[in-house]
């Protein structure tokens, strides 16, 4: 099945600084990556996802790219700001028979210091 | 309006008791979920039914029996509760089985077994 692991476990960054978290994959089926924030006490949301047929996407202060070859794909969020702190997941997922099934990285506690 | 809303969200009982999880999803998906979230933050699948039918079964004990009364409810129903069985459960749902939809989830639903 698939395994994704998820680097680094905890991040903290100044205020308006750069954060990027990194995820593997180990199963070449898997064609859709989504990313989800969880705030605390709160379930996750999905704040972007890429599908395997394109290598970058943006939305705003958040972008993610995909390399396919090397399994590997990433978060990456500009000018971060307080209201960013949360615990960040990718995800990946297959389509096949088995249903859209995610299997989820280990998830990255990012702390933005004001 | 809650678009994926789950009861409890606390809940705390003692070993050997039986205890149910409700979910509810107003967003007229076919699909619905259980997600496991350990105490280390890992989130994994639990089970996966599309218009009341189980799709997925990720090896999680007969101790708990999900149950779909309709396409809009999935419950998550847990006999002799044991201590690690101590989580966050979450409830998602997307639109369809087999495709790659986003996955919206609830807010989920502390279970501390004493």
């Known amino acids: 099945g698939e395994n994704v692991e998820q680097h680094p476990s905890t991040l903290s960054v100044q205020e308006g600084d750069s954060a990027v978290i990194k995820c593997t994959y180990s199963?070449?089926?898997?064609?859709?990556f989504p990313w989800y924030k969880q705030e605390l006490g709160k379930g996750p949301q999905l704040i972007i996802d890429?599908?395997?047929?394109?290598g970058e996407k943006k939305d705003q202060r958040i972008a993610v790219t995909l390399n396919k070859t090397a399994k590997h794909f990433s978060l990456h969020i500009t000018e971060t700001q307080p209201e960013d702190s949360a615990v960040y997941f990718c995800?990946?997922?297959?389509?096949?028979?088995?249903?859209?099934?995610?299997?989820f990285g280990g998830g990255t506690r990012l702390m933005v210091k004001p | 309006d809650t678009a994926v809303s789950q009861t409890p969200k606390y809940l705390v009982t003692q070993m050997g008791n039986d205890k149910s999880i409700k979910c509810e999803q107003n967003?007229?998906?076919?699909?619905m979920y259980w997600y496991k979230q350990d105490s280390k933050k890992f989130l994994k699948i639990m089970f996966s039914?599309?218009?009341?039918?189980?799709?997925i079964n990720e090896t999680v004990p007969n101790r708990f029996s999900p149950k779909s009364p309709d396409k809009a409810h999935l419950n998550l129903h847990i006999n002799s509760l044991e201590l690690g069985d101590s989580a966050v459960y979450f409830c998602?749902?997307?639109?369809?089985?087999?495709?790659?939809?986003?996955?919206?989830f609830g807010p989920g639903t502390r279970l501390t077994v004493l």
């Open positions: 998602a749902s997307s639109l369809a089985p087999f495709r790659t939809d986003t996955q919206y």
């Open positions: 199963d070449s089926a898997s064609n859709y």
């Open positions: 890429i599908r395997s047929n394109v």
């Open positions: 995800a990946a997922s297959p389509f096949n028979n088995a249903g859209n099934m995610l299997t």
């Open positions: 967003l007229g998906h076919d699909t």
């Open positions: 039914y599309n218009n009341k039918e189980l799709i």
